[in-house]
Each structure stands twice: as C-alpha cells, then as structure tokens.
C-alpha cells in the first residue's frame, strides 16, 4: 500500500541522545511529510521532502528520502524531555495522503 | 495556535443522539478535511473539501455528514453513531490539494465519546 510504516513503534532515549524513526512505503510518492503530535492534539507539521530530495534540515530534525528503498528516517538530534510525542510520516501521490501508525517517542530528562 | 480551530473539545453522546463538530480555519485556505483517530489505528482521512466542493469521500458511513459552508468552516453532522465511532476527529486545512498535498495544519481535535 501507499501508506507508510514507521519504524519502531516505540522508542525510549535519554535527554541529549539522539533519536532516529524510519518510514517505509511500497508505492510512488510525490513528496513525504512527518508530523508530530502531542498526547490527545492535533498534528504538527515538521518537514517536507520532495520526490527529487534527499536530505532536508529544520533545526535539530533532518529527514533522508531513499527513493529507491522506499523508505524515509528522521533524525531528532540532541533530544529533549519536550520532544516527548509521537511522530507521523505521511505519504502523498496525486491526490492521496496517507499517514502511517506512528512511532511513539520518549525522552526521559 | 496552528491558526485551527474546533468545537467542542470533547463531547459525549449516546446512539440516538444528533451532535455537531465544527471546525474554523483562519489561514486563507482553500482545502479542509476530517480525520478520525483511533487507538493504535493509523490517521483516517475521512473527507476533503477543495473550494467548498467535496473532493473525498472515503467510504465513510451515512451517519457521518459532512458540511462546507465556505472555505473556512467545515463541519461534521453526527446521529446514531455507534460505540465504535469513538476517536479523536481531526480537522486540517492546506493551501490547495489535488496534485501534491502541501503542508497541513491541524485543529487541537474533537475527543468523542459513543456510549
């Protein structure tokens, strides 16, 4: 399906480590999307990648695109207690949008 | 403030009753869209507005009703819902859709419980 799987479903780090959440898909993509979400909120937008990208940074985030692995990671550098959510990845092909289940993250101070 | 907003917050009803969500978006936007949330479920996109037009329907029951007055209110008539139906309703809104999605904003949600 188009839709992403986050992997893992749960990570627990320590403040100042670093977090990493991978995203696999099985179709074509024109761009993917993660998203964070605080317990019980809606969803916050984080990065866009295009098709054509590889490497994009937003602060401590950067996201990779492996097009031909279908697959997309999300590095969270030097973690903070209120990094504290789960994040989403979002596929998006002509008019589809499809998120994934989510990898809950914790990050204990 | 993702410039989303939604109400009521949480709301509980049983089967018989008729609620509504509804959703305000104060970003310039031309597309809305409902979203259910369930536990340990992926985020369902339920419908798509586009200039007032509805553009998905993703087989979504008849118990679920969706309005679009205008570009920047949307909302989500509910009557006789089932227990199964509780989740967090998500609303979201983005300049444009069709061809490749932008950047969504999210409403906080519309935490609903069916008894």
């Known amino acids: 399906s188009q839709q992403g799987e986050e992997d893992p479903q749960a990570l627990s780090i320590q403040e100042g480590e670093n977090a990493t959440m991978n995203c696999s898909y099985k179709t074509s993509i024109n761009n993917l999307q993660w998203y964070r979400q605080n317990s019980g909120r809606g969803l916050v937008h984080l990065i866009l990648i295009r098709s054509n990208e590889r490497e994009k940074h937003s602060g401590r985030l950067r996201v990779t695109l492996d097009t031909s692995k279908k697959s997309s990671s999300l590095l969270i550098t030097a973690s903070r207690a209120a990094d504290t959510a789960s994040y989403f990845c979002a596929t998006v092909f002509n008019n589809d949008m499809r998120f994934g289940a989510g990898t809950r993250l914790t990050v204990k101070p | 403030e993702t410039g989303v907003t939604q109400t009521p917050r949480h709301l509980v009803m049983g089967m018989t009753n008729k609620k509504s969500l509804k959703c305000e978006q104060h970003l310039g936007h031309n597309a809305m869209y409902w979203y259910k949330q369930s536990a340990k479920k992926p985020l369902e996109l339920m419908f798509v507005?586009?200039?007032?037009?509805?553009?998905e329907n993703n087989s979504v029951p008849s118990r679920f009703s969706p309005e679009c007055p205008n570009s920047s209110h949307l909302f989500l008539h509910l009557h006789t819902l089932q227990p199964e139906d509780s989740a967090l309703y998500l609303c979201?809104?983005?300049?444009?859709?069709?061809?490749?999605?932008?950047?969504?904003?999210f409403g906080p949600g519309t935490r609903l419980t069916v008894l």
């Open positions: 507005y586009n200039f007032k037009e509805q553009t």
């Open positions: 979201a809104s983005s300049q444009g859709s069709g061809g490749s999605y932008n950047e969504q904003f």
